[in-house]
């Protein structure tokens, strides 16, 4: 079973699936580096900062500044999305396993 092709291609997402769901995404995310609070001011320098009301987030600067900070966080569903497709691999992966337990018992 374990030098069987089928056996890997089908727990190694499995396995990955397991593995990232059972660590936070807040961890994966702030083990990469996070963008600075700084470094958003500098990059948002140039944005009027004028009308305290014209967006969600106040001046059309610290809506700049929002979307500075936000741009790693597409890692997070990022790892999601895969973990989700990994967990297909679980019911081929069983009948792969009661096959595989049913040849052997059928040939002791």
Known sequence: MLKSFWFYFLSIPVLFSLITFSIPIN??????????????VEY???VVND???ITE???MQDQCIANFMRESKILGPLIFLFSLAGLLFIIPFI?????????KKGSN
């Open 57 to 59: 987030y106040g001046t």
């Open 44 to 46: 948002c320098k140039d």
């Open 95 to 103: 009948i792969y396993l009661l096959i595989n337990l049913r040849n």
């Open 51 to 53: 009308d305290p009301y």
């Open 27 to 40: 961890f994966i995310e702030d083990f990469i580096n996070a963008p600075l609070f700084s470094d958003a």
